[in-house]
């Protein structure tokens, strides 16, 4: 019969094995702790204290595994979920920072318009089917990609009410001077990127660009920032242009002229580093039904 040492030292083994096979970050952070604790114990002259607390997160981790790669359908549709969400946040956050403008449609204003009528329905009204299909796109993949869903919801709810035009979330901030509201977006928008570059190592190069564009403007309007709670405004923060003016919408254009923003060279560009938009299905498909 195995120690109760042995038995901590095959599931840090098979802890660590799954690691390797880059399951949703939720679940990374999850078998991390497991490990950790898992060594802790190992360490400890009362390994058998541990055991209720062992069972228990083993327990757990397993529970999550089987909810999320246990069906086929169900995982394909959760990872496509949370591609959707990556590329959107790629996109809008390119168009925040540096300056490419974003004509947001398909499922990406799908999903828009899925959580303005959720945070605009009628209570009075049964939502079962909204609710479920809430939960179904939004709340899982946000939750598997331990992205903040306020932040996420805002830029979405702002892109449905615009219709999905373009626009920059960040622009009205400085045009406003409302401060403390641009501190909390550039530091939960660091906090994106940070999480999205750690899933996908290809983002590399677009990371680069788009922290360097939250650096820029973090650098112009404020002094100090060490949380969305505390910084101090620089004393050029009247300077309320984000973009230098030589850097227009326009010239992102393949014309040049004035009459709005071109958004054709802008989405070969933002093509180029995000790669090509796979179709995300907007529901379920049996793949095994069909014909």
């Given at each position: ?86 590329r959107f946040l790629l996109s809008k956050l390119l168009e925040d920072y540096a300056n490419k403008p974003y004509t947001v449609s398909g499922p990406a204003l799908s999903l828009a318009e899925l959580i303005a009528k959720q945070h605009h329905r009628d209570p009075r009204e049964d939502n079962t089917t909204l609710d479920d299909t809430y939960q179904f796109h939004v709340i899982s993949p946000l939750k598997e990609y331990k992205l903040d869903k306020d932040s996420v919801e805002n830029k979405l709810i702002a892109v449905a009410a615009r219709e999905g035009r373009p626009g ?124």
């Amino acid at each position: 019969m195995a120690t109760v040492r042995t038995c901590v030292l095959m599931r840090i083994a098979n802890f660590e094995l799954l690691l390797e096979q880059s399951p949703t970050p939720l679940l990374q952070e999850e078998l991390r702790d497991a490990i950790k604790l898992h060594r802790n114990a190992l360490e400890s002259e009362d390994i058998g204290s541990f055991i209720p607390d062992l069972n228990a997160v083993h327990a757990k981790i397993d529970e999550h595994w089987k909810s999320i790669y246990a069906d086929m359908l169900i995982t394909a549709s959760l990872l496509s979920g949370m591609r959707l969400f990556e590329r959107f946040l790629l996109s809008k956050l390119l168009e925040d920072y540096a300056n490419k403008p974003y004509t947001v449609s398909g499922p990406a204003l799908s999903l828009a318009e899925l959580i303005a009528k959720q945070h605009h329905r009628d209570p009075r009204e049964d939502n079962t089917t909204l609710d479920d299909t809430y939960q179904f796109h939004v709340i899982s993949p946000l939750k598997e990609y331990k992205l903040d869903k306020d932040s996420v919801e805002n830029k979405l709810i702002a892109v449905a009410a615009r219709e999905g035009r373009p626009g920059s979330d960040i622009q009205p901030l400085i045009d406003t001077c409302d401060w403390a509201k641009l501190a909390a977006v550039l530091s939960s928008d660091r906090d994106i990127m940070i999480k999205l570059t750690q899933r996908s190592a290809y983002l590399v190069e677009v990371s680069k660009i788009i922290l360097a564009g939250i650096s820029r403007v973090q650098n112009k309007y404020f002094t100090c920032l060490t949380s969305p709670s505390t910084f101090t405004l620089a004393p050029t923060r009247d300077q309320t242009s984000l973009f230098p003016k030589l850097f227009t919408w326009a010239r992102l254009g393949s014309g040049g002229g004035s009459s709005g923003p071109k958004v054709e060279n802008s989405s070969d560009d933002r093509q180029f580093l995000l790669g090509e938009d796979l179709p995300l299905p907007s529901f379920l498909v049996n793949l095994k039904k069909i014909e």
